[in-house]
């Protein structure tokens, strides 16, 4: 089965109304021998709640990998695509998972949907995220409950701990008509013989605790701020078991939180803006340290820490840019929607442009009385549940708004808002998680050439594409051109499909049918064909203007990149020479620990030809120890030093913001980090020095052997994780301009994967960065003979390959042989102007 087959197949049960209870899911996993109550798979934790359940899931997800665990998390809905919902350590469920999970179910429920008992699309994505937990064998999976508690569907685990984040009216259809039946529902996530954890109030908080009482927890655990109960409360409901507090936005990406127990405490700075955000923190934190007490792991400080400041939620009032200020929300009910106006109040602006959007069941007059004025343009994601926007730009004239529009597709409206919007303004999306995808897909969409050279290659692009085995057999042959593979909403496929068939180019289409994610499109054609598509494409409605700019962008149509003020020559590939002042490098660990000998390594590396040097102080070569952050400061900053006053750049390996800020400013010129801008600090770090990076893509550093990760298309993930990491460099304010991309060979990649990244190096083009190849004596090289830490002969022929195949810099230790060799791929290349 395709992934394309399984996602139409899942798509499809949302015909199928809310039918609450746990059996079902529970005799779905029975019949694919999936067991979460017995106790021996993943401790599992349950959020619910009406707001910040999202939210409050990832950081403590965050916080347990930071204390060293093995994480699924579990959320919904999706951004962009279906696999967002199931995560392992970070990772997306691979579409093959997806395939094999419903290739193993159908059968059984197309036998229950014929008895008349269809199992819902909730219910079985839910125990697709089980399955997928318990056979990757993670040690804790977190779950965000859908609906209710009681009845949900991720109730058919027994949890190890769980929380209600709060209580208000929503879905009252199906949970009740007050907050108490509301409660009263949520409530039975509570976990038997422990705390449940709660930041409720008032009445809510009076039904939480009786309600975790009957289901035979042993208590409450309250979390909000001090004297958050008002006049006439009692003395215990006056203060809660865990304190916490706001205290502002640090940027205009993070915010400062405390979070105060009567043995232990917290200060971080989380990404996610908002008072709320505190008492969510608060919650992630008592539910991570209860998950560390029963599996014997310390949960620590340095790890809630380190956790609450990466826990990064896309489309949870993210701030896309600040010239307008640029936010996308997808609050979806009034509570929510006053929230995000709340926060929006903590930044100064001058005027507002809203767009909102929002589903048909939702009550939109008090979403609208909750947003802050200005000017309104109401949209439509694609999705049958949405509200019309002629309807809702109705809700907000009759709330008092003077200046309301509506138009078609989001898209549009995006558009629209962005014209009108000057650089001391605020651009707001709001009103559906399904609005914020469609206009996220603005920052993230990517444009990925292909090189096709035979039949074998373009079967595997357009099979990576979705498309169905008759497109495949009828386009392989034609896919002799051009080739770009992008994702797109399903209304723009079928457009640009008609666009570029009649100008007699070639364009596939995923074989999904519906709007439940993006959809891939393989486009191929001659250059003449691209530009026609992309005039064609201009002044087009739903976000095609702004999709036929990004493809001639990608292609060089009409377009010049922008020119970089990088520190080394641009116009030929680059050699950066490795400099270890490291005892346990792999290849070299020992040998310039001592400040002279490094100084003389440099030098010498810069006499055989090295562009720059790249100064590391930490190793992380397979199973190497974290240094602590004194000693890689000890060991770099005197070679930094004396190295400062060289002919060629100065690079720092380093994951520290702290090291990072303080060899900057010893006098090195450009950071090298290995986890690719994770930790929000060292985003701040480069913003503020300004300095060129090198943005690596890593699963974990130092790298862990026996970590097993799985790809669909390691390119392509490796491309799109990347994007994703440069996309949150440029919200922190770091400019495009500064950054090197690096696919990080051997970091959580085979052999065989590594020499398909060296292969395929064009496709980083999408990305529209430099590109940085560091392959120098690696692993890789045991498939061509030779041993890991030492690999000349396979390194001088991986770099030449490297610098014919779009590399802009190969990152090497042997300066002399490399630089060779890079002379004879850009000699190969243009022997007329070729100059060593």
Not at 64 to 76: C, F, H, I, Q
Not at 158 to 167: M, Q, Y
Not at 370 to 380: E, I, Q, W
């Amino acid at each position: 089965m395709q992934y394309h087959e399984a996602a139409n197949f899942l798509f499809d049960l949302r015909r199928f109304g809310v039918d609450p209870g746990v059996e079902s899911v529970q005799d779905l996993l029975a019949a694919m021998d999936v067991s979460p109550t017995e106790g021996s798979g993943p401790a599992y934790v349950q959020v619910a709640g009406t707001n910040g359940k999202g939210s409050t899931a990832r950081m403590v997800e965050s916080a347990l990998r930071e204390a060293g665990l093995s994480v699924g998390l579990y959320t919904s809905p999706h951004l962009d695509h279906l696999t967002e919902r199931i995560q392992i350590d970070g990772r997306e469920m691979p579409r093959s998972a997806v395939a094999e999970f419903v290739d193993e179910a159908k059968p059984w429920l197309v036998d229950r949907a014929a008895d008349g008992a269809p199992l819902t699309f909730f219910e079985v994505v839910t125990a697709m995220g089980i399955w997928q937990f318990e056979r990757a064998d993670v040690d804790v999976a977190v779950l965000e409950v859908g609906l209710g508690g009681e009845l949900d569907a991720t109730s058919a685990v027994d949890p190890t701990a769980s929380a209600v984040t709060n209580v208000s009216l929503e879905h009252t259809g199906v949970l009740g008509e007050t907050v108490e039946e509301i409660a009263e529902t949520k409530s039975h996530v509570a976990p038997e013989g422990r705390r449940l954890v709660t930041g409720t109030e008032g009445a809510a908080l009076s039904t939480v605790r009786d309600v975790a009482g009957r289901v035979g927890a042993s208590g409450v655990i309250t979390v909000g701020e001090d004297d958050w109960a008002g006049e006439g409360a009692t003395e215990k409901e006056a203060h809660p078991d865990v304190t916490v507090s706001y205290d502002g936005r640090v940027t205009h990406q993070q915010a400062a939180v405390s979070v105060a127990a009567e043995d232990w405490s917290v200060d971080a700075e989380i990404p996610l803006l908002g008072e709320h955000q505190a008492e969510n923190a608060g919650i992630a934190c008592v539910l991570a340290r209860q998950v560390g007490d029963e599996l014997g792991v310390d949960v620590d400080r340095t790890a809630l820490e380190r956790g609450l400041a990466r826990a990064d939620w896309p489309g949870r009032f993210e701030v896309m840019g600040q010239s307008p200020l640029t936010v996308l929300d997808g609050a979806h009910n009034p509570e929510a929607c006053e929230t995000v106006g709340e926060t929006l109040s903590t930044f100064e602006y001058d005027d507002c442009h809203i767009v909102v959007a929002a589903m048909h069941d939702k009550d939109t007059a008090a979403m609208a009385a909750a947003l802050p004025d200005g000017s309104v343009t109401t949209c439509a994601p694609a999705i049958d549940r949405a509200e019309d926007p002629e309807v809702l730009a109705r809700t907000f004239e009759d709330a008092g708004y003077d200046d309301v529009r509506s138009t078609g597709s989001v898209a549009n409206a995006l558009s629209l808002a962005r014209e009108d919007a000057e650089e001391d303004d605020a651009l707001l999306v709001t009103g559906s998680l399904y609005a914020v995808a469609e206009a996220r897909a603005t920052w993230t969409r990517l444009q990925i050439p292909k090189r096709i050279e035979s039949i074998d290659e373009a079967e595997t692009v357009l099979r990576n594409g979705q498309v169905s085995e008759p497109g495949i057999w009828r386009m392989r042959g034609k896919a002799d051109h051009r080739v770009l593979h992008t994702r797109v909403q399903q209304r723009q496929a079928e457009y640009l499909k008609q666009e570029m068939l009649s100008l007699d180019g070639e364009c596939s289409a995923s074989a999904l049918r519906s709007g439940g994610e993006l959809h891939d499109v393989v486009l191929s054609g001659t250059m003449a064909q691209f530009k026609r598509l992309a005039e064609k494409l201009q002044g087009q409605p739903w976000g095609l203007s702004e999709l036929g700019e990004e493809i001639r962008e990608s292609l060089g149509i009409q377009y010049s990149p922008p020119e970089r003020d990088l520190p080394w020559p641009q116009d030929r590939t680059a050699v950066m020479g490795v400099l270890n002042v490291t005892p346990d490098s792999f290849h070299d660990g020992g040998e310039y620990e001592r400040v002279e000998d490094a100084v003389s390594r440099a030098e010498a590396m810069v006499e055989a030809g090295a562009d720059v040097i790249d100064v590391g102080g930490e190793s992380t070569r397979p199973g190497a120890d974290p240094v602590e952050i004194e000693e890689e400061l000890n060991r770099v900053l005197p070679v930094v030093e004396e190295l400062s006053e060289l002919d060629v750049p100065i690079s720092v390996d380093t994951r520290r913001p702290e090291v990072a800020r303080a060899v900057v400013d010893a006098g090195a010129d450009v950071l090298n980090d290995v986890e690719g801008l994770q930790d929000p600090e060292m985003r701040r770090v480069v913003a503020e020095t300004g300095v060129p990076v090198v943005l690596m893509h890593s699963i974990e550093a130092p790298v862990d052997p026996s970590t097993a990760v799985e790809y669909d298309d390691v390119v392509e993930e490796t491309i799109r994780e990347l994007g994703d990491r440069l996309l949150a460099a440029e919200k922190a304010g770091v400019d495009r301009e500064q950054v090197i991309v690096d696919p990080g060979i051997g970091f959580g990649k085979s052999a065989r994967e590594s020499f398909e990244l060296l292969d395929r190096l064009e496709e980083f083009e999408a990305l529209g960065c430099p590109l940085l190849f560091g392959h120098s004596h690696k692993s890789l090289f045991e498939l061509t003979g030779e041993e890991a830490g030492d690999a000349p002969h396979s390194t001088v022929a991986a770099t030449a390959l490297a610098a014919r195949n779009g590399a802009d810099i190969v990152r090497v230790h042997d300066v002399a042989e490399n630089v060779a060799a890079v002379n004879v791929a850009d000699a190969t290349d243009d022997p007329e102007g070729f100059e060593p």
